[in-house]
């Protein structure tokens, strides 16, 4: 017989964990690069841009347009790196919590 006030309290538990796993996503860190490496960038799991590293070739005024492609691709490759860590962050946390429902994808929860 399916308890409701059991699946409630799992609730409360799975929402206290969320809150958690998003909390912890400042300390996850995510790496692009761009160029062969001449532009990297550094995220955490909020997708928040942490760090930019240009190699001094590329500081010419001509390249300009070039340079700022190339952060755009880095951030983006980063932030790419982010979502996924943070989907396995929230996997991890919210693991025994909750019986496996085919479909059932909390990964919007994570802010």
Do not use: C, W, Y
Request: glycine fraction near 8%; avoid cysteine; aromatic fraction near 0%.
């Amino acid at each position: 017989m399916f308890d409701m006030m059991k699946m409630m309290g799992k609730m409360k538990e799975v929402q206290a964990r969320i809150k958690e796993a998003q909390d912890n996503l400042v300390r996850v860190v995510a790496h692009g690069e761009s160029g062969a490496g001449l532009v990297k960038a550094t995220v955490n799991g909020k997708k928040q841009l942490v760090t930019i590293d240009i190699d001094s070739s590329l500081l010419k005024d001509d390249d300009k347009i070039i340079l700022q492609d190339l952060i755009v691709a880095a951030v983006n490759k980063a932030n790419e790196e982010a979502e996924v860590l943070a989907k396995e962050e929230l996997r991890k946390s919210t693991e025994g919590i909750l019986p496996n429902i085919p479909g059932l994808d909390l990964s919007g929860m994570m802010g």
